[in-house]
T-cell receptor, first 113, second 115 residues
């Protein structure tokens, strides 16, 4: 079945550092890929998405590129801020009728001033 | 435009009791999902409704769990004879059928603690 493997955390960075959170997936079809973010005390929010190979999703300075050849969707940001501290989840939605999301286990990011 | 709402936000119950959670999706969304999230893990799919029809259920949804979506609006998730292993955050999400990438919007969740 479908699965998502994420870089294990926690990740601690200094403000303005470069961020990469690795995500790889296994799927039977051609899934859509997502990054969700969960800030402390809040619900899951969609951060960015990509629906086909070589698409780049971007939002709030974060980017991720759908790489079919390596089945990856790594999250990157050039300069993190303290306010980016949160848990980040990689997820996929396969082509079945329900299109339910399959999530990775999450990566806790802490950015220090 | 209000988001997805869930009620209650927290529920503490004793083992063996029944509990019911409610989810109100975004009004124009006809797809509704329930997920369960345990500490340190990502959410896991439980069940899916399109309008009032429950079209898919995960193997995680044992026969103690039942979900409904009467009239295709709000949904309820009931757990009968709760067990300590049911302690988790229960998340509801909704989406529009015509959104090809199945962009789902999540509620704040109901945190269940079974003592």
């Amino acid at each position: 079945g479908d699965s998502v493997t994420q870089m294990e955390g926690p990740v601690t960075l200094s403000e303005e550092a470069f961020l990469t959170i690795n995500c790889t997936y296994t799927a039977t079809g051609y899934p859509s890929l997502f990054w969700y973010v969960q800030y402390p005390g809040e619900g899951l929010q969609l951060l960015l998405k990509a629906t086909k190979a070589d698409d780049k999703g971007s939002n709030k300075g974060f980017e991720a590129t759908y790489r079919k050849e390596t089945t990856s969707f790594h999250l990157e940001k050039g300069s993190v801020q303290v306010s980016d501290s949160a848990v980040y989840f990689c997820a996929l939605s396969d082509i079945g009728s329900a299109r339910q999301l399959t999530f990775g286990s999450g990566t806790q990011l802490t950015v220090l001033p | 435009d209000t988001g997805v709402s869930q009620d209650p936000r927290h529920k503490i119950t004793k083992r063996g009791q029944n509990v019911t959670f409610r989810c109100d999706p975004i009004s124009e969304h006809n797809r509704l999902y329930w997920y369960r999230q345990t500490l340190g893990q990502g959410p896991e799919f439980l069940t899916y409704f399109q309008n009032e029809a429950q079209l898919e259920k995960s193997r995680l949804l044992s026969d103690r769990f039942s979900a409904e979506r009467p009239k295709g609006s709000f949904s309820t998730l009931e757990i009968q004879r709760t067990e300590q292993g049911d302690s988790a955050m229960y998340l509801c999400a909704s989406s529009r059928r015509d959104t090809g990438a199945s962009e789902q919007y999540f509620g704040p969740g109901t945190r269940l603690t079974v003592t």
